[in-house]
């Protein structure tokens, strides 16, 4: 397994984040446990911070709170100056409750209800990415309501499509999000807004997709989105102030996932973002990036129990952790890859090939096949890497498996910024009807 960030083999022999040893955060916060480290997510923002400060553009960098969205993620994001991108009442909420700043929130989303819009409205945000002609005349009226314009982005799907998984892949024409440039929709929703009142343009969105390792594919849809500003300009005399590029910015699950430096997506957009706009003398817009995966995905490490074994000689050899697709959907849903190691034994020689279940009761609750380690034993410690996007934001219950805790390790210390759910959470929401109670004195306790 690859060690990102602060992650080393300590003297033990076993693996250590944070400066913490994982059999101790393993014995201490019980298993499954997703453990975060609180450095490698403070340089992830830094390295889009330094980058965009080198380039000498005006920027925000908004981290897409989808990736991992809970109340200490947003106190570091606001501690390292960045902005955050939200898609629901649930995310907005979780960031009003952590003091963010709501003038840095943008709020994202193809379905925005009357009440999220509400909400945001009086929550006074900095921004609405707009998806469609529905929403517009809908913010435009609870705008008018409150009597202040919205600030307001369009989403718009330049017609690239980014080497990704289909499944996230939303830059194309095809798509359920945004604005299409090649149909005329985009033009036509600028040509709209700029006669309601209460709407307040700021510019344009784009996203391509996720997990991408080039540039060519930020530089197309710099390219679109630069020729459909100058346009705009020309014609409908709207200056655009802010363009954001999204997020998409790969990272490194497993051995040959090559993705680029951050800094070099970045000096890639930002000098042909300079370059187009001055020569069309155009002032240059503030340029935003929303990233959610390349902040947080490397920092994340999961730490299952290994339980049972199934040795099917001349087939495979399964062995099951106390986890799988409920804390990690990833693999089943996108045949996402991962690596993995012994926490507990982390200097000792691979010696078989194995593929690790989870324990749902679905046989494609399988986290990884064909994963090298020492001859496991119950009771060991499995540590899955790469976990901290998209892990503990798509977990569920399935099963009624409880979601594990999240720890933030850092210089040796390690704190819980999500409590394990209790079986009493698991029932918390049920409510049996009077007509379908057990009578008292037949209960059997
Ligand atoms: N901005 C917008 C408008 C987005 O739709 C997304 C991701 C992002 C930013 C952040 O993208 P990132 O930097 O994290 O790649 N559940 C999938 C990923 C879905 C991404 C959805 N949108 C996965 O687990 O891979």
Redesign the pocket.
């Known amino acids: 397994m690859y060690l990102h960030g602060t992650s080393q083999i300590n003297g033990q022999g076993r693996l250590q984040i944070g400066g913490c040893d994982t059999t101790e955060l393993a014995a201490r916060f019980g298993t499954p446990l997703y453990v975060m480290d609180e450095a490698l997510i403070r340089q992830r923002c830094r390295e889009f911070v330094d980058a965009f400060r080198e380039s000498g553009l005006r920027f925000q960098v908004a981290y897409?709170s989808?990736?991992f969205c809970v109340m200490a993620m947003c106190r570091i994001v606001e501690e390292e100056g960045l902005s955050l991108?939200v898609v629901s009442e649930g995310e907005l909420h979780t960031a009003l409750q952590a003091g963010f700043p709501p003038e840095r929130i943008h709020f994202?989303g193809n379905n925005k209800t009357p009440d999220e819009i509400r909400m945001a409205l009086d929550a006074g945000i900095g921004c609405f990415v707009v998806d469609n002609f529905v929403e517009l005349h809908l913010l435009n009226a609870l705008a008018g309501e409150k009597g202040q314009a919205a600030k307001v982005l369009f989403r718009i799907t330049p017609g690239v499509e980014a080497h990704t998984h289909d499944y996230?892949s939303?830059g194309q024409e095809d798509s359920k999000f945004g604005f299409d440039l090649g149909n005329g929709s985009a033009y036509r929703v600028i040509e709209e807004a700029s006669r309601l009142p209460y709407i307040d343009v700021l510019g344009v969105h784009s996203?391509i997709g996720?997990?991408i390792f080039e540039v060519e594919g930020f530089k197309m849809a710099v390219e679109k989105v630069i020729g459909f500003a100058v346009k705009v300009r020309a014609e409908l005399n709207v200056t655009f102030r802010v363009v954001n590029l999204?997020?998409?910015?790969g990272i490194r699950y497993v051995e040959g996932d090559t993705p680029l430096p951050i800094k070099e997506y970045i000096k890639a957009i930002t000098e042909d973002i300079s370059s187009y706009f001055s020569r069309h003398d155009y002032p240059i817009p503030e340029i935003w990036v929303?990233?959610?995966?390349?902040i947080v995905g490397d920092a994340g490490t999961t730490l299952y129990t290994i339980g049972t074994f199934k040795d099917i000689p001349g087939v495979r050899k399964y062995v099951a952790v106390d986890g799988g697709m409920t804390d990690n959907p990833?693999p089943a849903l996108?045949e996402s890859k991962y690596e993995a190691m012994l926490a507990n034994r982390a200097s000792e020689p691979n010696e078989e090939t194995v593929s690790i279940a989870g324990k749902c009761c679905e046989s494609g609750d399988m986290l990884i096949w064909d994963v090298e380690l020492p001859r496991a034993e119950s009771g060991d410690l499995l540590a899955v890497s790469c976990t901290g996007?998209?892990n503990y934001a798509?977990a569920s219950n399935y099963n009624r498996i409880r979601r594990p805790a999240v720890v933030f390790v850092k210089d040796g210390q390690a704190d819980v910024v999500v409590k394990r759910e209790s079986l009493g959470d698991v029932v918390g929401n049920d409510v049996v009807p009077d007509r379908l109670r057990k009578p008292e004195a037949a209960r059997t306790v």
């Open positions: 897409a989808k990736a991108d994202h996230i939303t996203h996720s997990q999204g997020g998409g910015f929303e990233p959610g995966r390349s990833r996108y996007a998209y798509m």
